[in-house]
């Protein structure tokens, strides 16, 4: 791959792109007079744009999703093979490629046992949502329905995912929201929103979600949904303590644990899936983006057997059974996907390479928080890794987000894609977020921290 284009001539596409698309997560207004951006080819962590220009990027696709990297011809054949088979059967029925997935997927997850396919995080966070609310009206005659989830992780952007989000520039204008979600305090240390906890930040921060707990009352609480690392809302890596905690309070009142793995699930913190990384038993876990790289869409809610049976306890009932189907869950090009994306995994140990380049990416940033006064804190796990910026160390004041976005624009000038948040919590968009390929190498990290470092200096002076 060297970037030459099959066409010497983009301009039609730019203009169809121009005159039709509407793109996500952007504004269109700089389109009238700019051209939008074409990403035309990818090769490894390389993508190229429709002028030619060669990128690293640092962000897996943007949204934290092409894991084993651009190009995998493998991938792709798998999916075309089993296309020509047999393409697709709404999920009433099974499929060979979902079986097997589903087979090889739960190995990596003991404890868990099914496998409900669909096509989206968003989708598959709202199967888990309406499977906790069936068995609140199966075993609680409907009462124990309201699901938590915490200030500043996301879930998703369907109405009733973003009554679930902890982020309020993502949610603004879209409500009235669904009833019955409650938001649980945020566990980010650096943001200690406590003052000094003899117990330990981690455990303080859990024990704040049994205090909203019990002002719901714990008979009206069914579920508690949470990132295992908080992914947009500021790469949020859990403090010590706080998942025994959490996983302690949901056994003491009964209420099922959601964790939604959508960006850390199939390898992203070096582990298959971020909760394994805390000691945690759910109930649901829930994926998406990673689970096949891109190269088909697909998401899966996963539980345990426990939460099965509930629905299967009474063959007479008419109602008794989980009544949902996603259409696009029966497509058979994502789980041929996710088995050789999973196989790939496997065979070149990019778990293993995803610890160890994820180790190198937290010293490069740590020692440009030495030469930049601007980092006020480096957090992550595994290639999930952000950087909080502010105008002073002392005080934490949060970079204004315009500089923030100053420093991505100078790092894509550069050839180098990086993230940071945004339209997330207002006066708090201000941490790079990076999240590479799972197939990094130590040049590729070291050419992203170079490029942050360079930007840096020319934005902030």
Request: proline fraction near 4%; glycine fraction near 12%; charge should be negative.
């Amino acid at each position: 791959m060297d970037g030459t284009l099959q066409s010497n001539d983009l301009s039609g596409i730019v203009e169809a792109d121009r005159a039709h698309v509407w793109h996500h997560l952007i504004q269109h207004k700089p389109f009238e007079t700019g051209e939008p951006r074409i990403i035309v080819e990818g090769k490894g962590m390389r993508v190229w744009d429709q002028k030619g220009k060669e990128h690293i990027d640092a962000v897996s696709g943007g949204v934290w999703t092409v894991n084993v990297g651009y190009g995998r011809e493998s991938i792709a054949n798998a999916v075309r093979d089993q296309l020509v088979k047999m393409n697709f059967f709404g999920g009433t029925a099974g499929s060979v490629p979902g079986a097997i997935f589903s087979e090889k997927l739960i190995e990596k997850m003991p404890g868990m046992s099914r496998v409900y396919y669909a096509n989206s995080g968003s989708e598959a966070n709202e199967k888990a949502f309406k499977m906790i609310r069936q068995i609140a009206h199966k075993k609680y005659g409907g009462k124990k329905h309201k699901i938590l989830f915490r200030e500043r992780d996301y879930h998703g952007t369907t109405i009733t995912t973003l009554s679930a989000g902890g982020q309020p520039e993502r949610n603004a204008l879209y409500g009235p929201y669904t009833p019955g979600f409650v938001q649980v305090p945020h566990c980010l240390e650096y943001r200690n929103q406590y003052g000094a906890c003899e117990e330990g930040y981690g455990v303080h921060a859990a024990k704040a979600i049994e205090e909203v707990i019990l002002r719901e009352g714990p008979d009206t609480v069914g579920g508690l949904c949470l990132e295992p690392v908080t992914a947009g809302g500021g790469v949020i890596t859990p403090p010590e303590g706080y998942w025994e905690t959490v996983q302690e309070i949901c056994a003491k009142y009964d209420i099922l644990l959601h964790i939604d793995e959508v960006v850390c699930g199939v390898g992203r913190t070096g582990t298959w899936f971020g909760y394994q990384n805390y000691g945690i038993k759910p109930d649901f876990v829930t994926m998406a983006k990673g689970v096949a790289s891109g190269y088909a869409a697909i998401s899966c809610c996963v539980t345990t057997e426990d939460v099965f049976d509930m629905f299967k306890d009474d063959v007479n009932d008419p109602l008794s059974y989980f009544r949902d189907i996603s259409t696009f869950g029966g497509c058979t090009a994502g789980p041929a996907a996710a088995i050789e994306n999973m196989r790939i995994i496997e065979d070149e140990n990019l778990l293993e390479n995803t610890k160890q380049m994820g180790a190198r990416l937290v010293d490069n940033l740590n020692a440009l928080a030495e030469k930049h006064i601007a980092i006020g804190d480096v957090r992550g796990k595994g290639l999930f890794c952000g950087a909080e910026l502010v105008t002073d160390r002392s005080t934490k004041e949060p970079m204004d987000e315009k500089k923030v976005q100053a420093i991505v624009a100078d790092c894509m000038q550069q050839g180098v894609v990086i993230g940071a948040t945004n339209r997330s919590l207002p006066g708090l968009n201000n941490t790079i977020c990076l999240s590479p390929a799972l197939i990094a190498t130590a040049d590729d990290i070291d050419q992203i921290t170079d490029a942050i470092d360079q930007a840096m200096g020319r934005v902030l002076g």
